[in-house]
């Protein structure tokens, strides 16, 4: 319970919980551990299962559907899937109590205000949220956020809202709906098509890349956590919000693109046309001025965290994949360190190996020379090329089916490693937040 909060604040305030999936249970479990009665449902299905995992939880009262929920909470929060979200705000919204508040815990947030805007009652405030990491994720102590969207509501409605999520111990982030989708677009949706692209291009090679001496130790650790980290959860946390957000296309088509033109300058040997790109990009986003001269990520910290042996001598790499998007952020015009404090834990990693990349002068000149006359890694970034057009291609079309058929067929490949990978990504993402703090 935070310490601002009473128990007398808390008398007679239900908080209701749609959808208890990995995210709606956090949710649940937080919300309640901190003093606030918790009414939660899932599927009708799923109801006496949910009732058992709950049966000593105290605050926690597990009902038969979102009907119930509905009428006795004063906030209720949809965690339901983005492509869902309308079909069970359509079912359920009419039942919600007078006067209450409705927000939505999706990471992208167009879709989820027009179903409320359409199928609540006009008495009801709407105010969502988005918490900026996984359900495994403790964010206190940690540089992340919960992104607020007062949409339409009262200031005692958002007062209330705040005292509710205050128990995370997240900083609280205001923007606008358009505003939020717009910068997960650009952070989020875009670093995802990375590492999903990673996993899908060795999965083609037939790698497990921990166990490859080429891809172990430093940047390649954070690639491969962080692959596996994506992989490890569930498919539709990333469809909804590169499909649905407005903005996200965009992005991932940019990235698919400079990895595809990239990878014709390396493969055709032009070595003066592709060190010019990629330096005009790295000059543009990782500017000098202002510049404290710290690193997000240290050497000591890249190096902790290996899922395989390290070798004596690190093998140089292209970084295909982190030159790509640092080609990307620029054509787009996007600089990255902008939208740090609504930050996801992989896009503060994956924005740390940019940097480091790009901050090392003799790293990213090596990184160039192996472009051009080093083969090794030619055929991984064959399919990588491959992989990120394919999952361009896949939101371009909007289809959720061979989204999911995708990912669900990589993420068996890979099923063997999670839980270590989940351990030591945990471990990872956890001790890098903290010794970053707010770099």
């Excluded at 390290?310 to 996007?334: E, T, Y």
Aim: glycine fraction near 8%; include cysteine; proline fraction near 4%.
């Amino acid at each position: 319970m935070g310490d601002s909060i009473t128990p007398a604040e808390m008398h007679g305030v239900s908080v209701g919980i749609i959808g208890m999936g990995d995210m709606g249970r956090m949710y649940a479990k937080r919300i309640s551990a901190a003093g606030w009665r918790v009414n939660a449902c899932d599927r009708e299905k799923n109801f006496e299962a949910l009732r058992e995992d709950f049966s000593g939880t105290s605050n926690l009262h597990i009902y038969p559907n979102g009907h119930l929920v509905s009428r006795k909470s004063d906030y209720i929060i949809y965690g339901v899937e983005a492509e869902n979200i309308g079909e069970v705000v359509a079912q359920y919204g009419l039942s919600t109590k007078e006067g209450a508040i409705v927000g939505g815990q999706t990471s992208c947030k167009a879709p989820e205000i027009a179903a409320f805007e359409k199928h609540l009652p006009p008495d009801v405030d709407i105010i969502s949220c988005h918490s900026l990491h996984g359900p495994l994720v403790d964010p206190r102590g940690q540089p992340l956020s919960k992104v607020i969207i007062k949409h339409r509501a009262s200031d005692k409605s958002a007062k209330l809202v705040e005292k509710i999520l205050s128990c995370f111990g997240s900083k609280h982030v205001y923007l606008t709906a358009e505003r939020h989708d717009r910068i997960t677009a650009d952070t989020q949706a875009v670093t995802h098509a990375a590492f999903l692209s990673m996993g899908t291009a060795w999965r083609a090679n037939n790698q497990f890349p921990w166990e490859i001496s080429r891809y172990i130790g430093g940047i390649e650790n954070v690639k491969i956590n962080v692959t596996l980290r994506i992989y490890s959860n569930k498919w539709h946390i990333y469809a909804g919000l590169a499909i649905l957000n407005p903005s996200a296309k965009e992005q991932i088509r940019q990235y698919a693109k400079s990895v595809t033109e990239l990878y014709k300058l390396m493969l055709g040997g032009h070595r003066q046309e592709l060190e010019e790109r990629v330096k005009k990009a790295g000059a543009a986003v990782f500017k000098t001025e202002g510049w404290s001269g710290k690193l997000l990520l240290r050497d000591e910290l890249l190096d902790d965290f290996s899922l395989g042996k390290r070798p004596d001598v690190q093998m140089p790499n292209n970084h295909l994949s982190l030159l790509a998007m640092v080609d990307c952020w620029w054509k787009l015009g996007i600089i990255p360190y902008d939208h740090m404090i609504c930050s996801t834990p992989p896009f503060r990693l994956w924005l740390g190996v940019t940097e480091y990349l790009y901050r090392k002068p003799q790293l990213l000149d090596e990184a160039i020379k192996t472009a051009i006359e080093d083969d090794t890694f030619r055929s991984d970034d064959l399919e990588f090329t491959f992989a990120a057009r394919g999952w361009s291609e896949c939101v371009s079309f909007g289809d959720f089916d061979s989204y999911q058929h995708r990912f669900e067929s990589i993420q068996e490949y890979f099923a063997p490693r999670f839980p270590e990978a989940t351990r030591v990504g945990n471990e990872m993402i956890n001790t890098i937040l903290r010794k970053t703090g707010e770099s």
